[in-house]
């Protein structure tokens, strides 16, 4: 009888603490994602698309995995963080060699009708151990060893999904890798060289993609054959450079074809003006001017802008605001550094995927494959993300000992 009272008692005080605004910005979010999911997949005489009904499945596990994740204490699951990395480690070697290849990129583990992406749980893995580890060591890291430690533990798994090819992910690690070493004090030194090293890189990709127009207007011109491959020094793929002349000199590409789907997100965008054209009255996305193989998961703040105008816009930004600040308030109360790199961590990873992908939909950034948090379709995204949710909540509701 105590035991129970007890545990009533436990269960009361989580309930009276838990972030109730969170949940309830992620329930909206879930809620426009199949409404838009919906509205850009359905065909007249047709009843709910099979994409509508996986991402509702994938949303429900989701919720299981993010009331599991709340309810568990954070520093618990961070001190067993390493068999989760091992685990994505085992995945990311076995998908580049028995992955299935789809669009020339091989990401995917097949299970009959279903995929998952280990990249996408390779995040939330990297993000783990490395909060166990920089935890141990906050206030500490002067020592090259520990930050060498630290950046291999984030760079190899990086290595191994730019093979794949998911760029998008691999320069969501190492960002995720130095915000991290940030709050855990690294030296300014060690920032200080790694702006030079990112300033040196911006040069060469500035320079390869002024070496790649010259090559496609000697190839126009038939200076070289139409056949001709551009033989890049960094190693980058014609279609990445493509996606940075996109952005830099989108005039360069032909809009037919190379400069697409950019371009039909951003008439997707302009025509919604300012209440949109109403749900399910996109024209650019119903039309399958935009790709339905993109408007899914990379351009869906397209379609959702599209139908719901700047007043939808806004009001998916002040939902992901919610998050955001309900994130770093977390991460700044945490009781321990564990909870503050926890928290902290995955706010990042919400900021940043928000941030391109809106920028990729507007044209601002290069197109990387970044999905929109709970929005985007794709089930290995949507388990990670209300994961990494959940943690949030463990590190706000196991701040103090109960």
Not at 180 to 197: C, E, M, N, P, T
Not at 233 to 247: D, M, P, S, T
Not at 372 to 401: D, E
Request: charged share 15%; hydrophobic share 50%; with cysteine.
């Amino acid at each position: 009888m105590i035991r129970r009272r007890k545990t009533r008692e436990f269960f009361h005080e989580l309930l009276a603490d838990f972030r109730w605004g969170q949940l309830i910005a992620v329930l909206c979010l879930m809620t426009f994602s199949l409404l838009f999911i919906y509205s850009a997949t359905v065909r007249s005489g047709e009843g709910v698309p099979d994409e509508v009904k996986k991402q509702g499945l994938w949303f429900a596990l989701g919720l299981v995995g993010y009331f599991f994740a709340s309810l568990l204490d954070y520093r618990w699951v961070c001190r067993k963080a390493w068999l989760l990395y091992a685990g994505t480690f085992a995945l990311l070697i076995w998908v580049l060699l028995k992955g299935k290849k789809i669009y020339g990129a091989r990401r995917w583990i097949t299970f009959e009708s279903f995929a998952i992406q280990p990249s996408e749980f390779a995040k939330l893995s990297v993000l783990l151990i490395l909060c166990w580890y920089l935890g141990r060591r906050a206030g500490k890291l002067r020592d090259w060893r520990s930050l060498a430690v630290a950046s291999l533990l984030a760079i190899v798994p990086a290595v191994l999904i730019h093979r794949q090819p998911d760029l998008g992910t691999a320069i969501s690690i190492p960002a995720l890798l130095f915000l991290l070493l940030f709050l855990a004090g690294a030296s300014a030194r060690f920032f200080g060289i790694l702006a030079l090293v990112a300033l040196l890189a911006s040069g060469l990709v500035g320079w390869e993609t002024w070496r790649y127009t010259q090559f496609r207007h000697e190839r126009s011109a038939r200076v070289v054959s139409a056949e001709a491959r551009y033989p890049s020094i960094l190693h980058l793929k014609e279609y990445q450079l493509n996606r940075i002349l996109g952005v830099v000199a989108p005039d360069e590409l032909d809009q037919l074809n190379e400069g697409w789907n950019i371009r039909q997100s951003l008439i997707a965008i302009g025509s919604g003006r300012f209440s949109g054209k109403g749900w399910g009255k996109g024209d650019v996305t119903r039309g399958g001017y935009l790709p339905r193989t993109v408007s899914l998961n990379d351009f869906i703040f397209a379609v959702f802008a599209e139908e719901s105008g700047f007043v939808g816009g806004v009001a998916l930004l002040a939902l992901y605001s919610v998050l955001l600040f309900s994130g770093a308030r977390v991460a700044i109360r945490a009781g321990d550094t564990l909870g503050m790199l926890l928290a902290g961590g995955v706010t990042f990873l919400f900021f940043f995927h928000i941030f391109v992908n809106i920028g990729m939909a507007l044209g601002l950034l290069p197109v990387v494959g970044v999905p929109l948090p709970l929005m985007s379709y794709g089930g290995s995204f949507v388990l990670v993300c209300l994961t990494a949710l959940g943690l949030i909540q463990s590190v706000w509701l196991h701040r103090n000992p109960y």
